[in-house]
């Protein structure tokens, strides 16, 4: 099976040339479980971090066009597939924003949207025909839902699942049977936002800068948005050139919601960068959206920083990469998708999983500081990965996308 693989280049302190190559077995198979390796640059590109392919249409199949997010450019660039294993730019790149870290493509294939880390922005972008981005259109900025100007207060936060899930008093039950040894492991929901132990305490509307990283569409035309720097889901609807703000959902203050899996349950998971957790959003029967469930990845350490999440093939469980102890962590939905139950935390086998993609019973996972990818074994009954199976170099990886 071919993937693409993003990465950062030298001017992000990385040794990818551009957008490689990685062969998981023979070219054509359609699983990923054989022997690895590199097979080298498909194109030059200054950090491609994000890979995401356009879904197809009347005059494209899928596949035909893959969209880069240039991290350090602030661009996107268009890629036209011209063989198996060859693309050429298609266009030029189309300014995004500083550090543009995530690019999604609607279903219907008839735009983009561009996530930017650096200054928050999220932009959306027209494609044609042939898939080609133009006229970027910047929507509206997120507000800080902590800031002195929201509702309630920055010293006294209304805490998401409000009348459902009370997460100050799930924490300080978790530390009370946690004991001594364990309690600093479990995340600060109960601390007291003013609390001078708290790394936020100082933090005001003016120091938090707004980080878009990720976006999901999901059903019945609307679209979510993550900003990991103002701890917020954000949902949009389409409108005339642009997107529409339609609610923001605020998650604990420094969580970072980072990355989002839609499940067909009708829930959206969402993976806390800063937190370690993964928090499940639903809508309520007047369509607003709010948190009913959510659970720590479990076993994570003091500094860790969650990273990507993907679901297995069935969606029975969820697979969360920890950067720092250099772990993946595995949950398993439970009820109708509203509860979620942490399984295990397995050594990842690489330096900094970045990124992992899931392929029928193996888990791919890109080690950004190693230098490499592995593959490991999923047990299709407990859901847990096994050993590192195949391993090969590949520079600086940060994304695989599988190609078809």
Known sequence: MRFLVGGYTAGMDGRASGIGMLLAGAADEASAGGQLAFAGEVVRADSPSWLAPHPGSSTLARGDVIYAALEERGEVQALRRTGEATFTPLGAPVEAGEATCHVAVAPDGSFLVAACWGDGRVVRMTLDAAGRPSAPVIADEATDPYGPDAHGSASEPIRPGA????????????RE???????????????????PLSDVADETASTRPSRAHQTVFLPGGLIATTDLGLDLVRLWTMAAGGLRPRQQVALPKGSGPRHMVWHPSGHLYVVTELSCEVFVLAPAVDGTWRVVGGTPLGGTLPGDAAAELAPSRDGE???A???????????????????LGPVALV????????????VRDTLLVAGQRSDEVVSLTLDL???VPGRVRHRTDAPT?????PLG
Request: contains cysteine; charged residues 25%; proline residues 5%.
């Open 163 to 174: 009348g459902g899930l009370d997460l100050a008093a799930a924490a300080r039950a978790l």
């Open 177 to 195: 049977a946690a004991g001594d040894e364990y309690a600093h492991l479990v995340p600060d929901h109960d601390r007291p936002i003013d609390d």
């Open 317 to 319: 469980f969820l697979y």
């Open 321 to 339: 990469g920890v950067r720092g102890s250099n772990t993946v962590a595995t949950l398993r939905v439970r009820g109708a998708g509203e509860s």
């Open 347 to 358: 050594d990842a086998g690489v330096d900094w999983p970045r990124h992992h993609s899931v």
């Open 381 to 383: 009954r407990t859901g």
């Open 397 to 401: 990886p940060t994304c695989l996308l």
